[in-house]
């Protein structure tokens, strides 16, 4: 069955330090990616989408992420964290053919000043 | 255009009552997605329409759950006789392309006592 697998349900992280959160998916053929972040008692935002243009993608709020295929890999990372980066971080992948996203279970990022 | 609105922001029911949950999502925007999420968890995909045609349902809509989108515009979804195991957070979603990113409302988020 396909899968998106997000490792590590809490994170943290000292203020500036770097940040990554993992994110690997089940499928040989790759599928769209995307990372969304969530605040409290808030909906999704969209932090970055990778749709099989260049692997290093950059999005919003100083955040990028890298698609491996080999590894079936799309981790999110930041150099420098900032107190405001503290949230749910939420990877998720649109299989080839699907219509809906499929998310993984979520990354709490905590960031420790 | 203000982005994904969805209307109330919270409700609390008793158990066997029935609610509507309204959204509007980006004017342009001729898909709609409705997502539930509970505590701890990734959004789960319920529904999606493409305008007025409701082309896809989650196993996880049950009988007691139903939901339209009569003009291609705003969405509606109902719950009949609610569960307490139906509270969560219900999110509506709107995109423009199946390759687009998802823009998300902030949720209703539903507590059935």
């Known amino acids: 069955a396909q899968s998106v697998t997000q490792l590590g349900s809490h994170v943290s992280v000292s203020e500036g330090a770097l940040v990554l959160l993992r994110c690997n998916y089940s499928?040989?053929?790759?599928?769209?990616l995307f990372w969304y972040v969530q605040y409290p008692n808030q909906g999704l935002q969209l932090l970055l989408k990778?749709?099989?243009?260049?692997?290093l993608v950059k999005g919003i709020n100083g955040f990028e992420a890298e698609f491996k295929k080999s590894e079936t890999s799309f981790h999110l990372t930041k150099p420098s964290a900032h107190m405001s980066d503290a949230a749910e971080y939420f990877c998720a992948v649109r299989w080839a053919g699907a219509n809906n996203l499929f998310f993984g279970t979520g990354t709490r990022l905590t960031v420790i000043p | 255009d203000t982005g994904v609105s969805q209307d109330p922001r919270h409700k609390i029911t008793k158990r066997g009552q029935n609610v509507t949950f309204r959204c509007d999502p980006i004017?342009?925007?001729?898909?709609l997605y409705w997502y539930r999420q509970t505590l701890g968890q990734g959004p789960e995909f319920l529904t999606y329409f493409q305008n007025e045609a409701q082309l896809e349902k989650s196993r996880l809509l049950s009988d007691r759950f139903s939901a339209e989108r009569p003009k291609g515009s705003f969405s509606t979804l109902e719950i009949q006789r609610t569960e307490q195991g139906d509270s969560a957070m219900y999110l509506c979603a709107s995109s423009q392309d199946r390759v687009a990113g998802y823009t998300f409302g902030s949720g209703t988020r539903l507590t059935v006592v």
């Open positions: 990778y749709t099989s243009a260049a692997t």
């Open positions: 499928s040989s053929v790759p599928p769209y």
């Open positions: 004017s342009e925007h001729n898909r």
